[in-house]
């Protein structure tokens, strides 16, 4: 038998019935303009409810569409919002669940990181933990064959992290998603200021401007920003709003951005 771990937010932060879920995917996949032909390594989407962020993290999954058929192993790195530890998680069980089914784990991937001490089963850090269930609907609807390396990211440093995705890279077939939303609880424009420096850094490949106050998943941003350097990629971002452009006050927001990493 299959050791499944149920969904947390499911209902909360992203619809819980398959049917309502799979049309607000489909909607807000449908509202982003078609992506060029262009063919991503990595992503970096906002995590927070569907409501607030899906729009912007939608822009970053469009740039799945040329490129869908072949992936077949998806990174999936946030921050560990719940629970402080150090090193970086990943969960004993087999399948992750949301209501559109099932994802299995790439348990052959996890075993080829059984080296790196930094890295453990901690089903702990996953207990509540929304950054990582958030994106899986939105790469069920794109995808159709595929497994997942999830990993919660705790106190390490930038570079133990590219460590970790230096040995998961592969080819065509793995695709690299690192969930982070941007500035937290600044009014309007204080936050767009923000998040255009997070983003200028981002852009730059420059992992040593990026802070935790102005990006929660600061650390395996970090660390992919200087994995992906080491590629020599590039950076185009591809939406950058807050939640006072979608469904909240503008007193205190929560910013968001959408990059593709060519």
């Avoid at 530890?85 to 996890?110: K, M, N, S």
Wanted: charged share 15%; aromatic share 6%; net charge negative.
């Amino acid at each position: 038998m299959m050791i499944d771990r149920q969904p947390a937010v499911a209902g909360r932060f992203y619809p819980a019935d398959p049917t309502t879920l799979r049309r607000q995917v489909d909607a807000l996949l449908a509202a982003v303009a078609p992506a060029a032909q262009t063919h991503p390594k990595a992503l970096i989407a906002p995590h927070a409810g569907y409501p607030y962020s899906g729009p912007i993290a939608a822009a970053a999954y469009a740039q799945l569409a040329p490129i869908a058929a072949r992936i077949r192993r998806v990174v999936l790195l946030g921050p560990a919002h719940r629970l402080p530890f150090r090193g970086i998680a990943y969960p004993t069980a087999e399948r992750l669940l949301t209501p559109l089914g099932a994802v299995a784990l790439d348990q052959a991937a996890l075993d080829d990181l059984a080296d790196l001490p930094q890295v453990e089963p901690l089903d702990a850090a996953f207990d509540g933990e929304h950054c990582l269930e958030v994106q899986l609907p939105f790469l069920q609807t794109l995808l159709s064959d595929f497994r997942i390396v999830p990993l919660i990211v705790g106190a390490v440093a930038p570079d133990v992290v590219a460590q970790v995705l230096e040995r998961l890279w592969g080819g065509g077939e793995t695709l690299i998603v690192v969930s982070s939303d941007l500035s937290h609880y600044l009014d309007y424009t204080s936050a767009q200021r923000a998040d255009r420096a997070t983003t200028s850094a981002i852009e730059q490949l420059a992992p040593e401007a990026l802070h935790h106050d102005g990006a929660c998943g600061a650390t395996p941003v970090a660390g992919l920003l200087l994995a992906a350097r080491g590629h020599g990629l590039s950076v185009r971002t591809l939406d950058l709003r807050n939640s006072g452009d979608t469904a909240g006050p503008r007193d205190q927001v929560v910013g968001y951005g959408a990059y593709a990493i060519f």
